[in-house]
């Protein structure tokens, strides 16, 4: 009988990946997250919300009320819970992904946040368009990561964190033609720790 659990980055990108293609079904993940967010940019003064996660330790502005999602995971290191918070509007996307790594990373922590950047852009089939950013968020390492889709019609950043034991993924879609809109720069800049 084949062993079932999956390496934690492999767990870790199928959920960002399909988070990312789940926002249309049955559309192209070329295309979808595209298609999905097509029209123009949202004013972060319409809509947009302090969202806090009390067990994640953090908030974030999110353009609209996220829904949230527990996914049991087993991987290589152990049982992991995959916690999402996330919200679609018709121009962003927007999500953050937590989950405690259950052992030893066995990796310092930029090699652990490489992989798992490596992973991420695999698994959603993004063409990475900058340079890795190393980031930190309270004197904790992360990474930044900007892509977009294949057929060039859609736009991707997405930023790692790894505080302690907990690995953090922030990310937004939207369409290429959107991918300067100041909304982006909002969400990531809210991003706080609690």
Same mark, same amino acid.
């Given at each position: 009988?084949?062993?079932? #659990? +999956? *390496?934690?980055? %492999?767990?870790?990108?199928? @959920?960002?990946?399909?988070?990312?293609?789940?926002?249309? *079904?049955?559309? !192209?993940?070329? &295309?979808?997250?595209?298609?999905? @967010?097509?029209?123009? *940019?949202?004013?972060?003064?319409?809509?947009?919300?302090?969202?806090?996660?009390?067990?994640?330790?953090?908030? =974030?502005?999110?353009?609209?009320?996220?829904? &949230?999602?527990?996914?049991?995971?087993?991987?290589?290191?152990?049982?992991?819970? @995959?916690?999402?918070?996330?919200? /679609?509007?018709? /121009?962003?996307?927007?999500?953050?992904?937590?989950?405690?790594?259950?052992?030893?990373?066995?990796? !310092?922590?930029?090699?652990?946040?490489?992989?798992?950047?490596?992973?991420?852009?695999?698994? !959603?089939?993004?063409?990475?368009?900058?340079?890795?950013?190393? =980031? $930190? %968020?309270?004197?904790? *390492?992360?990474?930044? =990561?900007?892509?977009? !889709?294949?057929?060039?019609?859609?736009?991707? +950043?997405?930023?790692?964190? @790894?505080?302690?034991? #907990? %690995?953090?993924?922030?990310?937004?879609? $939207?369409?290429?033609?959107?991918?300067?809109?100041?909304?982006?720069?909002?969400?990531?800049?809210?991003?706080?720790?609690?």
């Amino acid at each position: 009988m084949p062993d079932a #659990r +999956r *390496p934690l980055w %492999i767990a870790v990108s199928l @959920l960002a990946a399909g988070t990312l293609l789940t926002v249309i *079904p049955g559309v !192209s993940s070329d &295309t979808a997250v595209g298609m999905a @967010l097509a029209s123009g *940019p949202v004013a972060v003064s319409q809509g947009w919300q302090n969202y806090k996660s009390p067990a994640g330790h953090y908030s =974030i502005l999110m353009p609209c009320s996220p829904t &949230t999602e527990t996914t049991p995971t087993e991987t290589d290191l152990g049982p992991i819970a @995959l916690q999402k918070a996330s919200c /679609a509007t018709n /121009a962003l996307f927007t999500t953050v992904i937590y989950y405690d790594v259950p052992a030893t990373l066995g990796a !310092s922590p930029d090699e652990f946040l490489t992989v798992t950047a490596d992973a991420l852009v695999k698994g !959603s089939g993004f063409v990475e368009k900058a340079a890795r950013k190393k =980031i $930190t %968020i309270d004197g904790h *390492p992360g990474v930044e =990561i900007i892509g977009e !889709s294949q057929d060039a019609s859609s736009f991707v +950043r997405a930023r790692y964190y @790894l505080v302690g034991s #907990r %690995i953090y993924l922030v990310m937004v879609g $939207t369409a290429l033609s959107d991918a300067a809109t100041p909304e982006i720069d909002s969400f990531f800049g809210s991003f706080k720790l609690n």
